[in-house]
């Protein structure tokens, strides 16, 4: 083969490789305490387990203050532009987390920045500001929160976070990762899951003996969301309406009642 045409061979398989990790939201810098596989419901999308929990705390805030559907797909498409739905500690100039955010442009400390519930909060106080942000063209919404220098970067990512927030809302997403020794006491542990709860999805969450039972009004919501940061939390059972997740066997039916999500956490 003519060296043009190796040439021009090899341009198009890296162009196929490209398109085909862009669509599996790959992450390259995926903590070891997230380093599970999460998978979507009717859909080829993969994600890791830090990716899959980023995404579910956009949600999470979202829904906790009352916020349409739409919001969530717009917030989880900037962060895939933004980071990939990672939480990096580096980026263009002073940069930061989930939504790059700038310290130097007003949008919190570097350390509230990489908060992923502060930095969403603050991505949802200025997109309620835009002029008509709940019908807009994606792109042209998230660019005047944004103000980035791609203004365009954010539409391709639509159909990507409409099937993602889909399946947080609706309990599409599963989560696998491999069990570690467990660490620290589960009193102590219990208390951090019911914590994270009440602090991400905004309802109450009491504490049993090794679970969590979170308030029903979280819904679907905080099933996947408990799903999402199962490996972070290390929470081997979720169960809501009828439907269980294990760390083993994914989702399954069970007699799981129709009542609070309940998170049993790895003993």
């Not at 809302?169 to 102590?188: D, F, H, N």
């Not at 009004?217 to 799903?227: I, K, N, R, S, Y």
């Not at 929470?235 to 069970?254: I, K, L, Q």
């Amino acid at each position: 083969m003519p060296p043009a045409v190796l040439g021009w061979a090899a341009a198009l398989v890296a162009i196929a490789v490209v398109v085909v990790l862009g669509l599996r939201v790959a992450g390259d810098r995926t903590p070891a305490s997230a380093a599970g596989r999460c998978t979507v419901a009717g859909s080829e999308l993969e994600l890791t387990g830090e990716q899959a929990a980023s995404a579910a705390t956009i949600a999470a805030v979202a829904r906790a203050r009352g916020l349409p559907d739409r919001a969530v797909v717009i917030a989880l498409a900037t962060a895939q532009q933004e980071s990939t739905l990672r939480n990096l500690d580096h980026g263009d100039r002073d940069s930061l987390g989930l939504f790059q955010q700038r310290p130097s442009q007003g949008w919190g400390s570097p350390e509230q920045v990489r908060d992923p519930v502060y930095a969403a909060g603050q991505f949802y106080d200025r997109l309620v500001e835009v002029p008509g942000w709940e019908t807009g063209r994606l792109t042209e919404v998230a660019q005047a929160v944004q103000r980035s220098g791609f203004p365009e970067a954010y539409q391709k990512h639509e159909p990507m976070a409409q099937a993602l927030g889909t399946a947080l809302l609706t309990g599409g997403l599963s989560c696998s990762w491999e069990p570690q020794a467990v660490g620290g006491r589960l009193s102590e542990r219990t208390a951090t899951a019911a914590g994270e709860a009440e602090r991400e999805l905004g309802v109450p969450a009491s504490e049993e003996f090794g679970a969590v039972a979170v308030d029903p009004a979280a819904g679907w919501l905080g099933a996947t969301w408990a799903v999402a940061h199962a490996e972070r939390l290390q929470v081997g059972t979720v169960s809501y309406a009828g439907r269980t997740w294990t760390v083993e066997d994914g989702w399954t039916d069970s007699r799981a009642g129709d009542g609070a999500v309940r998170l049993e956490l790895v003993t």
